[in-house]
């Protein structure tokens, strides 16, 4: 494949539910869409989106946080969504909060979702949570999701609204890094790839600067 293909990898915006959410128990936090910060993280991503960059796709997991943030850059770029599942978030168990009363389904969500997080920043992976999804196996569809889109779209800039342990395992893949998770993935960041011809240049890592100027421009 000769041509610059430009992947931009997302984390989708905020969707830790606000104290007292109640909500559908059944799969805890994947039911739940962007929180009030994470629509503003969104809409200022797809301003930015809109004004430096000429995407020609749109892709995202179907999970409902990622949906909503990959419908906003869709709505400020005039594109459609593409939905594939490959690219959704790491399995890390049963998250049912079905047992919790429903007033305090957040906060147990919520400091799930903080437990996880420091035993991937402790140990570089979530191997020790039992139920998880190998590494092995979120790869190999990581790697068949990209490929597929590289074929799709040769010398295009693509978005692809994903997750910050589905985004640290394929980076980490490709550039040779021993940790599946090696950097706390900011909401709405972008992690930008060139590929061409089989090889990987990392363009940026981690990049909300257009947070800041949001934050920047209400004060």
């Known amino acids: ?3 610059k293909t430009t992947l931009h990898l997302i984390r989708h915006g905020d969707a830790i539910p606000e104290p007292g959410k109640v909500f559908d128990p059944e799969t805890g936090y994947d039911v739940l869409g962007l929180s009030v910060k994470g629509r503003a993280q969104a809409e200022a991503l797809a301003e930015r989106l809109r004004a430096t960059t000429q995407l020609g796709a749109v892709y995202a997991s179907p999970t409902l946080r990622a949906k909503e943030t990959a419908l906003a850059i869709a709505r400020a770029t005039g594109l459609e969504v593409r939905f594939d599942p490959r690219v959704r978030e790491i399995y890390l ?4 909060v079905a047992h919790v009363a429903p007033e305090e389904r957040a906060r147990v969500v919520r400091e799930r979702l ?3 997080a420091q035993i991937a920043l402790r140990d570089g992976s979530w191997s020790a ?3 998880v999804e190998p590494a092995a196996d979120v790869k190999a569809r990581m790697r068949a999701a990209i490929d597929d889109i590289l074929t799709a779209h040769p010398g295009a800039q693509v978005a692809i609204v994903s997750h910050a342990g589905a985004i640290n395992t394929y980076l980490a893949d490709l550039l040779g890094v021993p940790r599946d998770f090696f950097f706390p993935t900011g909401n709405t960041s972008l992690s930008s790839v060139r590929m061409e011809n089989g090889r990987a240049i990392l363009l940026r890592l981690n990049d909300t600067a257009h947070l800041e100027r949001s934050v920047a421009s209400k004060a």
């Open 93 to 96: 168990g049963d998250e049912s």
């Open 1 to 3: 494949m000769s041509a």
């Open 129 to 131: 949570v039992p139920g």
């Open 114 to 116: 903080e437990t996880l």
